[in-house]
């Protein structure tokens, strides 16, 4: 397929672009910065302006094409492109920058016909990462259909995403998949981060102890970009364990007092439910931190 990425520089589109590519597609990376992978064109574009980013959807991808009758259309779009969290820039920023981009996306793919938008939503919609003081979940394991009322504008950025995204999909019937992505591990943070996660599960409770490697959110995307006719959804998108080495007993004994459990769970079940994407989308996430460091516990 012919794919307009956005993002792809980023810390999960630099692995998820070039997987992409690797996968048979041909890959442009529209970025404020290139990324520099021989398989993925880079396009500057800045997204929160609607011209640009109108421009760069309807032109064609790279010199090949000059060769062709025409400019071919895109067949689908991955935006990951974002401020990615609070307290990178001021909290007005944040919420500008991405609902705006966003809107410019979602209008753009629409006009030009293009059949899939598969957008970057967020874990944090849960209103549970970026709390003020300790929020938890209504029940677990968290699902698609646990509120999303947070209170910081980066979340609330996203949440004005996917309504954005359901409203564009009622003009056209179109694909557009948000995945409501869990905190991104890059293959080389499990030496980093996990050793200490492993040692104080507490510095995860924000995550709901859940993390998502790099290569499986590349399944992922690869699953939405094959699975058709599924119009607006949104999904979880977690690894299968947790991020800790403690189990869901003792997780739930410990931070999750009072809270409902709705069905029975592992003993390393993710609290971040992909039973949906599972379903519908027959994904199957291979990796774990395991590979990498001991289990203390096994
Ligand atoms: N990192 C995580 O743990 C995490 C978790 C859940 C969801 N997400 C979401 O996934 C996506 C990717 O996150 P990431 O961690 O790779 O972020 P990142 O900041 O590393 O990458 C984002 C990319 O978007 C580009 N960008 C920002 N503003 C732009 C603009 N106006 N025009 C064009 N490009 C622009 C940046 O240059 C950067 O390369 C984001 O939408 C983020 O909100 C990330
Ligand atoms: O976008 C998000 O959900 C993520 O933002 C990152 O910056 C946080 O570190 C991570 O925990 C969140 O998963």
Request: some cysteine.
């Amino acid at each position: 397929m012919r794919i307009f990425f956005t993002g792809g520089s980023g810390k999960a589109g630099k692995h998820v672009a070039p997987y992409l590519a690797s996968q048979g597609h041909q890959v442009t990376n529209a970025d404020l910065t290139p990324l520099g992978h021989p398989d993925v064109n880079d396009l500057k574009v800045d997204l929160t302006d609607a011209g640009q980013t109108y421009s760069a959807m309807a032109q064609m991808a790279s010199m090949d094409e000059l060769d062709l009758p025409s400019v071919p259309s895109y067949d689908a779009v991955v935006h990951f492109a974002a401020i990615p969290r609070i307290l990178l820039t001021p909290d007005a920023t944040t919420y500008a920058i991405n609902i705006l981009s966003t809107y410019h996306v979602l209008e753009a793919a629409t006009r030009l016909g293009i059949p899939k938008v598969i957008f970057a939503s967020s874990e944090t919609t849960y209103g549970i990462c970026f709390a003020q003081g300790e929020r938890k979940p209504l029940y677990v394991p968290v699902d698609e259909e646990h509120p999303v009322v947070p209170e910081d504008s980066y979340a609330m950025s996203k949440v004005a995403s996917e309504v954005t995204a359901r409203s564009f999909h009622a003009r056209t019937g179109s694909d557009l998949y948000g995945l409501r992505i869990n905190n991104v591990i890059e293959p080389h943070e499990y030496e980093e981060y996990f050793p200490d996660y492993l040692e104080d599960p507490s510095l995860r409770r924000r995550n709901v102890f859940a993390y998502i490697d790099t290569r499986d959110l590349g399944q992922m995307v690869q699953r939405c970009l094959t699975t058709d006719g599924l119009g607006f959804e949104v999904f979880n998108v977690a690894n299968a364990d947790m991020s800790v080495a403690a189990t869901t007993d003792e997780i739930r004994e410990q931070f999750y007092e009072g809270v409902e459990l709705r069905r029975e769970m592992g003993r390393d079940e993710t609290f971040y439910s992909i039973d949906k994407a599972r379903q519908m989308l027959g994904f199957d996430p291979q990796h774990s931190w395991r590979d990498v460091l001991a289990d203390p516990r096994a």
